[in-house]
């Protein structure tokens, strides 16, 4: 059996890029400074890169799946314009409680807090999930990191002024990150360091 492999998990809007909520258009993408030096760094240490976001916007109906997979593409383009690294995995739960589309309107188990896009992640990359980390910007991040078995980096680049994110079940406040830092380049010094 091949050796299993340690990732970084990052949450997209508001650790990658510029949280604007409920991203739709490409043009709208800004990479947050310091980003692409800093996934470059993982990569070259080891690190698988997975990006792992809630994607409310197919829920509501203003994005089809198809079109967050060009939002990504885009990004993606950007990040390597700027000397970033190849990402290599981007998964995301399109469901919500409350969606608009009746058919997105589950309580699934890849919506953050639940650790399923990691573990489904994890499944795909033979993935370490002890070796692991999860940098988010958000308490969800930081409980869907420590539930899947990862260290957790809070991360304080994004923007917390939009509602909070609806969950089906009570946030377990008791959960802390293990580190908290300013940005995505910090979160990757830290782990560097005590990985
Ligand atoms: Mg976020
Ligand atoms: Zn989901």
Aim: glycine fraction near 6%; charged fraction near 25%; aromatic fraction near 4%.
């Amino acid at each position: 059996m091949a050796e299993r492999l340690p990732a970084v998990f990052l949450d997209r809007d508001g650790v990658l890029i510029k949280d604007i909520h409920l991203l739709t258009n490409p043009e709208d993408i800004r990479v947050l400074e310091g980003v692409p030096q800093a996934l470059r760094s993982l990569k070259q240490a080891g690190f698988k890169l997975i990006v792992v976001s809630n994607q409310t916007v197919v829920a509501r109906g203003l994005l089809t799946e198809q079109e967050v997979y060009a939002i990504n593409a885009e990004m993606e383009r950007l990040l390597k314009q700027a000397g970033g690294p190849h990402l290599d995995g981007f998964y995301f739960c399109p469901h919500h409680p409350n969606a608009t589309l009746p058919a997105y309107r589950i309580a699934c188990e890849c919506r953050k807090p639940r650790p399923g896009l990691l573990l489904r992640a994890a499944g795909e990359h033979n993935l370490d999930l002890s070796a692991s980390f999860m940098v988010g910007d958000r308490i969800t991040d930081i409980i869907a990191g420590a539930r899947a078995g990862c260290r957790t980096v809070l991360v304080q680049t994004g923007k917390h002024v939009e509602p909070p994110i609806e969950t089906v079940e009570p946030l377990d406040e008791l959960v802390q990150s293990d580190h908290v830092c300013a940005d995505l380049k910090a979160a990757a010094e830290w782990i560097l360091q005590v990985r």
